[in-house]
């Protein structure tokens, strides 16, 4: 990334979150078939491990720490942590837009660190449903996290 530009996230508090995110996060390529960018056979390029939300794994990397990663989405984002599910879409329209993909990095981190669960189709019906189906509940905002108590402090 530019270093101008890291040096501008570092700035504010949702620019911190986002930067700690990106940092300590590996992600696999999108399996939604939709996207213009996406790799031919994106199953085969999943992190191993970490955790599955519907359009692609995430996996936590290079040290994420759990105090650390509270501290920041209390300081940039604290109503995550008030014990409601909160959707990727919620998410990823906070201030303007921090985006969908960061959404589902943010939500995959904290589920991996045990801030929150990650909830999904998957997690929710299992293999009850065809694949097709959960990914259209996953376009429709059904990849949340819960807190199971309010954090904060």
């Known amino acids: 990334m530019d270093k101008e530009w890291r040096e501008t996230m570092k700035k504010e508090p949702l620019g911190r979150l986002v930067l700690y995110v990106t940092d300590h996060t590996l992600r696999g390529a999108c399996l939604c078939g939709k996207c213009i960018d996406a790799q031919d056979n994106p ?26 990663f ?14 409601a599910e909160h959707s990727y879409i919620e998410i990823g329209a ?22 929150w669960q990650a909830l999904t189709p998957s997690t929710l019906f299992g293999d009850k449903l065809p694949a097709d189906t959960l990914m259209k509940m996953a376009g429709m905002g059904l990849v949340t996290l819960k807190v ?5 402090s």
């Open 43 to 68: 199953q085969d390029h999943q992190p191993d491990g970490g955790v599955d939300l519907t359009f692609f794994r995430v996996k936590e990397t290079n040290g994420a720490d759990a105090d650390k």
């Open 70 to 83: 509270k501290a920041l989405v209390l300081e940039a984002t604290p109503q995550l942590l008030d014990g």
């Open 94 to 115: 906070t201030d303007g837009g921090i985006g969908q993909d960061f959404a589902l990095r943010l939500i995959g981190l904290g589920h991996q660190l045990g801030l």
């Open 148 to 152: 199971g108590e309010p954090c904060h």
